[in-house]
Each structure stands twice: as C-alpha cells, then as structure tokens.
C-alpha cells in the first residue's frame, strides 16, 4: 500500500473522529426516562423481544417431518437452492418427510442473494401450490426468500411494495395470519431463522431493501451443526463475518429509548427497536465465540467444535440484532452488493457477479466504528476487548482508532480483500454508493451517530483500502 494512500486513510479516519459529538458524558445506561428528540417527537419507552422457537443438536433435521406431522401440515413446500437440492442436508429433510407421510413440492429455484424478480416466482409457486406449511433449507438467502413466499401467498392480494419498509416500500404493518414455516439453516451467518426480516436486491434502484415485521419470523428454527461440514473456506469466513458485524452493530447502535418516533400503537414498533438489555447480552456472548472459534472454524473444517459454536454463535447473534437492529456496516453494504461489477468470490457456485453479504458488511467496519466510537467509547473499548486488543491503558478518545485497527487485524489473519477497492470500486463509484445507502434508513437510523451524505461519503472513501 503506497505512503500516500495510506496518509489519506489516516486523514480521514481523523476528520471522522475529530468531527464526532464531543458531550462530556455518553453513558449508555437504560435508567433514562423517556424524553424528546430534537425533531420533538417523543422517544420509546419500551423494547419488545421476539425470537422464533430454536432447537439446536446434531442431527436435529431429521425432527422436521414430526415436526410438521405434529403441525397437522398436509401440502408442504420445501424451498431450497440448486447447489444445496442436491447435499446432505436436503436429502435428510425430504427422507424426513417421506418417512413422515408428509406430502411435498420442492422449489429449488432460490437465488444466491435474492433480487425482487426471484421473490416473485416463489411467491407464484407458493401461491400455486396452496401450501399449509413451509421448510426453508439453505442460507439467508433461502430463509428470506421462503419467508416473503408465505407472506405474500398469505396476503395474495397485496402489491409487492406494500410490505416491503419505507422509504421505497409502503412499509405497511403485517395483519394476515401466515402458515407455519420451519427454517434450517445450512450456513453461520445471517441468523435469519431467528428473524423476521427478508433481504433481497431491487433490481429497478439497484439497491438492497427489505421486508420487516415479527409475522416473517419462523415458527421453529432447527440449528443442526452437522451442516457446517459441507461449508467451504470462503463462506465460512464471509458468514462469520455477517454474525461478527450483527453483534458489533446491535451492541453499538442508538438505545431503544432514544429511538423516535414513539409508536401509537404497538403494532407499529419496529422489529429493529436499539440496543437493549436483552439484546446486549446475546451481543457480547457472540463476540465472544467469535473471537474464540471463527478463524479456526475457517482454517481446519474438521474443527467440529469451532464450526458448531459458529453455527450456534449465528443464531445467538440473530436473537440479538433482530430486536435490536444493525446499523451503517449493514446500510453501506447494501449499494456494495447491488452495484458489483465483475467481482466473484471465491467458493461461491454462482453464474452471476456476487459480493458475499457478510464481505460487503465487514469491509467498511474499520472506518464506521471510528465515526461512531466517541457517542459510546466504554462499549466500543469492550468490543475491541473482547476481540483481543489491550485496552488498560486506552482513554475513551482511542476507542475508535483501537477497535479500528483490532478489526483490521482480524481481517488481515483471514486473508480478506483489501477494501473496496479490490471489489472493482473507486472513488468514481462513491456517489453511487452513497445514493444506495440513503434508502436503508430502517438501518441506517439506529446509528448512535447521525451521518451526512458527506459522512458517507468519507466513510465509503476510507473503506477503498484496509491495509
């Protein structure tokens, strides 16, 4: 890395830093009554945990055909990806219900990183088929999509906008009654068996947008690790740094009490609400795995212990961020993954240009945590802790550069791309990947900073280069 570039980094990451609030206390305490934003709605006062039922054991997927004989389901769908229909964990589902008595359809057309238009024939499949119950087998990309087939064959009348979240969608609140859905997750990512939330690309804006509501959330997830085995190196990594930055951002973002407006009815409190009590201690447990386990779940696949915790810590990290949310590592990634070029990752069987979800998250971290770190110092000195930095010594006004560099060390010892720029973006691309990040404001809001365009703009500058 040249001397100059590596000079401009540094200035930028100082701009941010010199430019955060400089308040004389930043405690992040929950005794606070509600008060006042400074656009005079009034904040929350309340915080709501949701989480879907998690059975979690070795072997646990041959449960699922019980599982839906118990529910009384009669037409199943099982939605999966072409890779996976034909793997291990797919067949041990469908032996499962074939020794079950359970009637089924396969839908193996889900698409790696889902866009609107692979939403909308699944959602005509689902419509079709009539299902009383769904299985979703795969990755958040599976889970999501399976998740908006039961929403929109359940509410078949709605336009595609009406659930999907504001400012492009209509963000409308979920009111139908859904069919039972049984998620098993094949990677250690997204969390999404936890969640009610599903991602996908709008093709038209080319940004990423998403459907949100504790209706989405699956009825059960079955965490089984013995399918962490067939995950190669890359999406290892790439899935672990999904969870590494759900945990990061949940216990970093804006508290549930300082979030505005305050609802009118409950109907309307977001799923993602701020940081919280509960919600904090998933965040730190799974920081916690993750320091320990995710380079070796990465290095040695035969590591059973490593990948297991991994498969676990996703999960732990789902129960965390679904309530509380993510923030601007999740925002900035979105434009990242809609506007790739040519880049495809390593390990991905895909036919399509593709920026793996969790890389186009974690790349930016470095940069988002050093212009967030001055709201909440004490915290972000703890997740630099946790994560293996030295913090004795440290004063609040480090917290940034500290977790900052730890970041970038632990990306460095995994062997990921140098920024952005190693994705094929430049500096010409800035103004694009800012336009795609306004839109995100379901995420983008639970910053404990608010950003300008400006911000963003430096922030996405100083994520063109890592090391």
Request: a neutral charge.
């Amino acid at each position: 890395m040249a001397a100059a570039a590596r000079a401009r980094i540094a200035h930028l990451l100082r701009q941010l830093q010199r430019a955060a609030c400089q308040c004389p206390t930043h405690s992040h305490t929950y005794s606070q009554a509600p008060g006042f934003s400074p656009s005079g709605k009034t904040t929350d006062y309340a915080f709501e945990m949701a989480v879907s039922n998690i059975r979690y054991g070795a072997g646990v997927t041959k449960e699922v055909g019980m599982d839906l004989q118990n529910m009384g389901a009669k037409n199943v769908c099982l939605m999966t990806d072409k890779n996976l229909s034909q793997l291990p964990p797919v067949r041990i589902v469908m032996d499962s219900l074939v020794a079950n008595g359970i009637n089924f359809k396969v839908y193996d057309n889900v698409r790696v990183e889902p866009t609107d238009r692979s939403f909308m024939e699944a959602i005509e499949f689902a419509r079709k088929g009539a299902f009383d119950a769904y299985v979703a087998v795969g990755g958040g990309s599976t889970m999501d999509t399976c998740k908006a087939a039961n929403l929109y064959a359940s509410s078949p009348h709605s336009d595609f906008l009406d659930y999907v979240s504001a400012p492009i969608g209509k963000g409308k609140p979920v009111s139908v009654p859904l069919k039972p859905l049984i998620a098993v997750p094949t990677t250690s990512g997204t969390g999404s068996e936890t969640t009610g939330v599903a991602i996908f690309d709008y093709e038209h804006l080319k940004v990423k947008l998403g459907i949100t509501s504790r209706a989405l959330k699956p009825t059960l997830g079955l965490v089984d690790p013995w399918h962490t085995w067939h995950m190669p190196g890359r999406v290892v990594t790439n899935s672990g740094f999904d969870v590494l930055c759900h945990a990061l951002e949940s216990y970093s973002a804006l508290p549930y009490h300082m979030r505005s407006p305050c609802p009118p009815n409950p109907i309307f409190r977001p799923a993602y609400q701020g940081s919280n009590p509960v919600s904090d201690i998933w965040a730190v447990h799974t920081l916690r795995i993750v320091a320990k386990y995710l380079k070796r779940a990465v290095r040695n696949p035969d590591d059973l212990e490593a990948r297991s915790n991994m498969h676990l810590a996703s999960t732990f990290a789902g129960i965390s961020f679904g309530n509380a949310g993510v923030h601007l590592c999740h925002g900035m990634s979105y434009p990242i993954s809609g506007l790739v070029k040519t880049y495809k990752a390593k390990d991905y069987n895909v036919d399509h240009p593709l920026v793996p979800h969790g890389l186009s998250v974690v790349l930016t971290s470095p940069a988002v945590f050093t212009f967030t770190a001055q709201m909440f110092p004490e915290r972000h000195l703890e997740m630099a802790e946790i994560l293996g930095a030295d913090t004795r010594t440290a004063r609040a006004a480090d917290a940034g550069p500290i977790l900052a560099d730890t970041l970038r060390k632990f990306l460095f010892d995994l062997d990921v791309d140098d920024g952005l720029a190693a994705l094929g973006y430049s500096k010409a691309d800035i103004p694009a990947l800012v336009k795609g990040t306004l839109p995100q404001e379901r995420v983008t809001k639970l910053a404990p900073r608010p950003q300008s365009e400006e911000d963003l703009s430096a922030l996405f500058e100083a994520s063109m280069k890592l090391y």
